[in-house]
């Protein structure tokens, strides 16, 4: 039997070995053997290392082979999206001639939306629009439940199993209570603990839980720290190969980036802990200080990426993001090549994972965002009725379009953009502290079609603290500003559900009219399909409403009143609920609720397709979101996608 000096000095010895940074590979085992194998507990101890090493490479083939299933199903989506597009587009136009139902739904809407003193003008067959509401008892937007039909079962479809899975992972719960947590939806949430499972399982897997082999499990959890690295920065990138293979783009990733960033940190802290534990344990006794093992050059660098790590995380939530945007954008650069340069040094074993992540994160940043995707025009400034919001305003060159070259190389502005993407916009006019900053917003604009010389394009920027803030105050004194714009960026998603429905309802939350509007003007436009012939309501193959809710009446200020009365000339219904300042807010559910069913209950549109997206404040998006999930229960083929940035 082995005697517990020898162990704990043949423990020793392999520690200060390995504080030197050298290599762990095969030749311990051969070394160990040479010696007759002092004792089966340091023998334990090298082979759990070294199946540590193999067993960690396995991860990279795992993340393959889940990227491989979700591209097949990308894929296959599309090819089904274009299928129903086509047979959507070779289908007669829908008819927009109300029946009783959807009468008796639009008078209800227009007692509670619209008075009989309306002084705006703008009120049409096909919308309501804003104005001063009477308060009925009953109604859906005077902040009652009461649904604005009777409720009944569809006779559309029959209840199945699939249906009601469908709907609760669709739901999105409450905030978590006391610290206002918001949940993402429940589909989410599975993906997301799928994913940490994952994590743990190689956490742990194979991995003894003693005293004597603490040395394994720190090891283990930091070879799991830098194979997560490259994942870590390519679900950050804003330009990589992700979204081409599976349809996702960095906002849908943004999730997945920061529980990974969570579990990298938290996979730090116990590689430090392990290690100091060991430290305690193994060479404390035998008068190896404390200072002199933190001052060893691999653990001083070691803690130096932890802390860097750590400060990351911390300045990265969104309590701190929320108060000090600008503060974390310059942290969140500067820490993450702090840290990767000091987890290269710390250990040469890194250095593949850490050269990987340093790549993915030099070409996103220099090569795309600040060559091949940014763009510098000259933009107008007007500040809108409320005083709080400027709309920025530029005339865009437009460039001949090369689908390959734009997927490969990146494309700027000057080839155009789509519905729902969005621009991150630096102005360096307003102080030097701007010039390195750069603020995501929606293009508020309608997408340019193919031919187009030159595009109009539109921000719709709130003031709020700091760069929002000191822009609109640089406006109320400057009529035009030189900017740089780096984009466009953003997923096609909520524009493909769209456009393979057959009734769309937009639902869109005081700045969030910004992914509203370019929406339904691509669902209306016959170019957002075919050609650049726009359509007027005998050519739209959907039935369409737009709900817009607004804080204060002056923020209808914000688009000009002709671009809705091009989308009521399309046939798109058009709903401006009263301002939730003097009126509270709008049950927008009991409105889906009702024009959802008064369409989707015909005998002929039964069992059509109906898609909903929403962009609003979190407590809106998850209403709606639920709503949805409520219909699609009850028997409706219903979808919803929500438009919003993770920050």
Known sequence: MDRPDDWSNGLQELLAWSLTSTALDGQISTQEEGKGSRNSG??????????????ILSYQLVLLVLLAI???RHWTKRLQYRRRRRRLWSAPPAIHASTPAQEQAKKDRDGVCQSDDDESGLSSSSSTILGTPPSPKGSVLDGERTPLLPSREPVSTQWRLKNKIGAFLMSQPRPIPLIDKTLPSNR????????????????????PLSIQTLFVFADRTSLLFVANLPLLYLFAAKNQPIKLLTGYSYESLNIIHRRLGEVMCLLALLHSAGMVGVWYTILRPTGFTLARFLLSKIILLGLGAFVAYELLYFTSLGSFRQRFYELFLVLHVLLQVMALVLVWFHHHNSRPYVGVALAIFLIDRLVYRMILKS???????????????????????????????????????DKGWKATEHVFLTVPALSRRHIIQAHPFTIASRAPHDGDGDAGFKLIIRAQDGFSGDLVRYARSHSSVKTRMDGPYGSQTALQLLQQCNLNVVVAGGSGIAVALPLMWSLCERGSVSDSEPCDKTKLRSKAMLIWVIRHENHASWLDQADLQTLQDAGIEVVIPPPTSSHGHPDVPDVIIAWVSANDMLPSTRGLRTGVVCSGPDGMNRDVRNTCASLLARGHDINVEVETFGW
């Open 70 to 72: 979700f591209t097949v």
């Open 42 to 55: 340091l023998r334990h101890i090298i082979e759990g290392i070294l199946f540590s090493r193999t067993f």
């Open 188 to 207: 989410a949430t599975l993906a997301v603990l799928a994913f940490l499972g994952l994590q743990v399982f190689y956490t742990f897997y194979r991995v």
């Open 375 to 413: 763009q510098a025009y000259r933009a107008s400034l007007d500040v809108t009725e409320d005083g709080g919001t400027v709309v920025l305003r530029s005339e865009i060159p437009l460039a001949q379009k090369h689908r390959f070259v734009s997927y490969i190389a990146g494309a700027g502005l």
